[in-house]
């Protein structure tokens, strides 16, 4: 699956990816990549009280292995659809991390 093209934008100080989060799921998941480079994530917490972005922060840092605080949600903090930025990696590590853990 290391064909999957998935958008990310470098940055000054890291790399930057869009998410696209269905809360409620059985299990967090990274499930697949969509047609515009989108990762489609399934998450286990409910949306309320800012619980599935707190456990997508916390998933992604896992899959990334990288801490909690290397992670932001600079877009998107009340919708399915988020920019998702990650400090001090590039690109390239990015995407390899990401594919690795796809369902």
């Known amino acids: 699956m ?3 093209k998935i958008n990310l934008h470098d940055g000054r100080k890291g ?3 869009a998410v ?3 809360p409620r799921a059985s ?3 990274i499930v697949e990549v969509l047609g515009d480079g989108t990762i489609k994530v399934r998450i286990a917490a409910l949306p309320a009280d800012n619980e599935a972005n707190q456990a997508l922060i916390e998933f992604l840092a896992e899959i990334l292995s990288v801490p909690k605080s290397r992670l932001e ?3 998107g903090m009340s919708g399915r659809d ?3 930025a990650v400090l001090d990696m590039d690109v390239a590590t990015a995407h390899s991390r990401v594919v690795a ?3």
């Open 2 to 4: 290391s064909d999957q």
């Open 20 to 22: 696209r989060v269905t």
């Open 15 to 17: 790399s930057a990816f």
């Open 27 to 29: 299990r967090n998941e």
């Open 101 to 103: 853990h796809l369902a």
């Open 73 to 75: 949600i600079v877009a």
């Open 82 to 84: 988020k920019l998702v």
